[in-house]
């Protein structure tokens, strides 16, 4: 499958095709992994944000195809993280995706777990805390975007 950016092609911005074919492999791992994501919960930790062009459509593609039981309980974009043990609300983090809105437009109030937070990266504490959201989170399926992010977000595994 080919894609590209507006105007050349088809828009994987729009139609997602590049998120469906990272979903594929999404899938295939965890069947690897004898979970079963139409049955079985599980859960993910990602970098790009709802807003991005292959992060967003991949929350929508993971909400669409295992609903509830993909549990996504961490992310980080260039705007900030989120982290929630219990996982992210998808409501919310469905709303960010239409809106085109980073991670930490994330509502707050949508938070259930215990020691949840959003934060924006526009301190230097917080950009020190961004990348160590994916520590705090129970073994799962990451899922990286970009490079770039991914380096940032994980650089203290």
Known sequence: MLSSK?????????YGV?????????????RFLKIDPRTQKFTIKMTGGPDGDVAGNELKILHREYGENARVVAI??????????????????????????GISEFNKTRLHGKDAFVIKA?????????????????PGLVVTSTPIRKSRFFQNI
């Open 6 to 14: 507006p105007g050349a092609g088809i828009n994987h911005k729009e």
């Open 76 to 101: 980080g974009d260039g705007t900030g993280a989120a982290y929630d043990s219990n996982g992210l609300d998808w409501i919310e983090l469905l709303r960010l995706f239409k809106a085109n809105l």
């Open 18 to 30: 590049t998120s469906e074919v990272l979903n594929v492999f999404v899938d295939n791992m965890l």
């Open 122 to 138: 526009d301190t230097p504490e917080n950009i020190k805390i961004r990348p160590m959201t994916s520590q705090k989170t129970v």
